[in-house]
């Protein structure tokens, strides 16, 4: 997999959650995003960009989950 190909993907990704609404959203895209990148890191060896971005992308996927069951919640 070309390691350039899923950066500009995860740039992409990253650049769409400035234009999407509700905190769910947003932070489910700003995951993915942040999977991406951590998957950039794996392609060019980077431990640090690896661990930053598994821990921002659980963060961002956990918070979803929680703010999903505040909308949710009676």
């Known amino acids: 997999m070309n390691h350039d190909l899923v950066g500009w993907l ?7 959650s400035y234009f999407v609404k ?3 959203r947003l932070r489910r895209v700003q995951g993915v995003a ?8 794996v392609l060019i060896h980077s431990m640090p960009v690896i661990v930053a971005n598994i821990l921002v992308a659980s ?8 703010f999903r069951a505040q909308e949710t919640a009676p």
């Open 34 to 41: 942040a999977g991406l990148w951590a998957l950039y890191g």
């Open 10 to 16: 995860a740039t992409a990704a990253f650049m769409v």
């Open 59 to 66: 963060v961002a996927i956990a918070s979803s989950v929680k």
């Open 22 to 24: 509700g905190p769910v």
